[in-house]
């Protein structure tokens, strides 16, 4: 895809959205019954709001490509505008078409409003595009979130092959072998994704995770200790290790474990929940194992956004 220097353009086209919504609303007072003097300033007010809306649209006819709006719409999905990014996914196609960046964008918009099923089915429509690995991480996450870790291994790991350096698709990856059970395979996934991307909190409690769970707990208290985890983050981490031991798919402690560590109860004010964006799960990504407790400040799942590192 095309790169364009964007720095600049959203503002116009954002501009002009925010014109011609202000001056839909004053024709919708307008059309109310009432005297006009009444309304006399709200009609002088729309008028000059109409003069402006079309001076923008003049002004920005040469920046209103297809590139300039998907940027428009990645932002707003970065400020989580998932329900109106939906909207301006149609407005873009309706003029240039279906592309695999927009049937992308479209998926994650999906995925994130809780519309599994046809986010399934777009997210699988990438599978044959330059996007693949997109498409693999999504129906991946959605595993996730259906509990199909085993599932949702096989389809990020497709994904990761296709795009081996993305920091949060091997925390993703990391995660999700952690919760299947395949403890040994998760610390390549896991190590990698903290070099790449060592300002990673998502990567960072992976890691911690997988330091509890296979019983090294001087390590992974080290490593919290050396990037400044809050203490919910680590309450988080210490719940899911019991959570994941409580399954039976855990290693057995070595002898001298502490009780914790062996899986014998321990109170906690919190555990694992879905990402703040989906329910997807990001990891969100996404994922989702109790939507009723607080979030942490770095939530344990599977990364609840497609986004990564190139």
């Known amino acids: 895809m095309k790169t364009l220097d964007f720095c600049a353009s959203p503002r116009p086209l954002l501009r002009l959205l925010t014109v011609a919504c202000a001056a839909a609303a004053a024709v919708a007072m307008t059309g109310c019954a009432g005297p006009k003097d009444q309304y006399a300033a709200s009609a002088d007010a729309q008028q000059r709001m109409a003069a402006e809306a079309a001076a923008d649209t ?56 809780g ?6 089915a777009t997210y699988k429509r990438l599978l044959g595009t330059p996007l693949a690995s997109a498409g693999y991480r999504g129906l991946g996450l959605l595993a996730g979130a259906r509990g199909n870790y085993a599932e949702a291994v096989q389809l990020l790991a497709q994904a990761q092959r296709r795009t081996p350096t993305d920091a949060l698709l091997l925390s993703d990856l990391g995660y999700a072998y952690l919760r299947a059970g395949q403890i040994e395979e998760a610390r390549l996934p896991l190590m990698q994704a903290l070099q790449l991307r060592p ?10 995770l997988y330091l509890e769970v296979t019983n090294q707990r001087d390590q992974a208290a080290a490593l919290m200790d050396a990037n400044r985890m809050p203490q919910p983050t680590r309450l988080a981490v210490r719940e899911a290790a019991l959570q994941m031991r409580a399954s039976g798919r855990l290693p057995a ?58």
């Open 58 to 113: 003049r002004a920005g006819a040469n920046v209103d490509t297809q590139a300039t709006y998907l940027k428009l719409v990645e932002q707003m999905q970065k400020e989580d505008l998932w329900f109106a990014s939906l909207a301006h996914i149609d407005a873009l196609e309706q003029r240039w078409g279906v592309s695999p960046e927009s049937t992308r964008t479209r998926a994650e918009a999906l995925r994130q409003t």
């Open 115 to 120: 519309q599994a099923a046809p986010a399934e």
């Open 199 to 208: 300002d990673s909190a998502q990567a960072l409690a992976n890691l911690a």
């Open 253 to 310: 402690p070595a002898a001298g474990t502490p009780p914790e560590a062996r899986g014998e109860p321990v109170v906690v004010p919190l555990a694992l929940k879905p990402s703040r964006w989906a329910g997807a799960g990001g990891v969100r990504t996404a994922s989702q194992t109790n939507p009723s407790a607080s979030a942490p400040e770095a939530p344990l799942y599977l990364n609840s956004t497609a986004r990564g590192t190139p």
